[in-house]
T-cell receptor, first 114, second 111 residues
Framework: DSGVTQTPKHLITATGQRVTLRCSPRSGDLSVYWYQQSLDQGLQFLIQ???????AKGNILERFSAQQFPDLHSELNLSSLELGDSALYFC?????????????FGEGSRLTVL | DAKTTQPTSMDCAEGRAANLPCNHSTISGNEYVYWYRQIHSQGPQYIIH???NNETNEMASLIITEDRKSSTLILPHATLRDTAVYYC????????????FGTGTSLTVIP
């Protein structure tokens, strides 16, 4: 158990819809990362937040947005969903400030768009 | 961050050592080498990391060549539960740097 909690574990929705994925980082971790993993693809970095502020952006679509709240949990919002958005979405957290900064991943949210 | 190159797949007999190579010929002086693994569709799991010296923990050993252009992750006694995709990542020490996962090496441990 990494200590990172993601909900929901599974989500099935239709094209055009909007969903919200939630992540609670490990206790004490200020930084949250979101990754997308499509079928048979590698992990694609989407976005990073540190203590409520956006720190870095990767290959995140304009239809996707994220935020980190004062209690440090984070949400990833996916809108106008397309079939190609079906994927595993992972959240990870780390203790920023240490130069090692290894990531601890949650178990992911599997999104299926029909 | 430096690009890394890994073999697409490898097999290893159960109980034997699994040696997973990684090339990072463009690695810079402040970039660490990290290894993660992902067991089918689970969240990736941190294994080990190092800068120059060889490192060992309860999961694995990391051997980094003197010129730092390549490294090897060693699982000393592979078990079936070690079947996973193993990712080698070179990442700068700046905590704003990201972990970019490539396609990794798919390791299959054979009974």
């Amino acid at each position: 158990d990494s200590g990172v909690t993601q909900t929901p574990k599974h989500l099935i929705t239709a094209t055009g819809q909007r969903v919200t994925l939630r992540c609670s980082p490990r206790s004490g971790d200020l930084s949250v990362y979101w990754y997308q993993q499509s079928l048979d693809q590698g992990l694609q970095f989407l976005i990073q937040y540190y203590n409520g502020e956006e720190r870095a952006k990767g290959n995140i679509l304009e239809r996707f947005s994220a935020q980190q709240f004062p209690d440090l949990h984070s949400e990833l919002n996916l809108s106008s969903l397309e079939l190609g958005d079906s994927a595993l979405y992972f959240c990870a957290s780390s203790v920023v400030g240490r130069n090692t900064g290894e990531l601890f991943f949650g178990e992911g949210s599997r999104l299926t768009v029909l | 961050d430096a690009k890394t190159t890994q073999p697409t797949s490898m097999d290893c007999a159960e109980g034997r050592a699994a040696n997973l190579p990684c090339n990072h010929s463009t690695i810079s002086g402040n970039e660490y080498v990290y290894w993660y693994r992902q067991i089918h569709s689970q969240g990736p799991q941190y294994i080990i990391h190092g800068l120059k010296n060889n490192e060992t923990n309860e999961m694995a050993s990391l051997i980094i060549t003197e010129d730092r252009k390549s490294s090897t992750l060693i699982l000393p006694h592979a078990t079936l539960r070690d079947t996973a995709v193993y990712y080698c990542i070179a990442r700068g020490a700046n905590t704003g740097n990201q972990f970019y996962f490539g396609t990794g090496t798919s390791l299959t441990v054979i009974p």
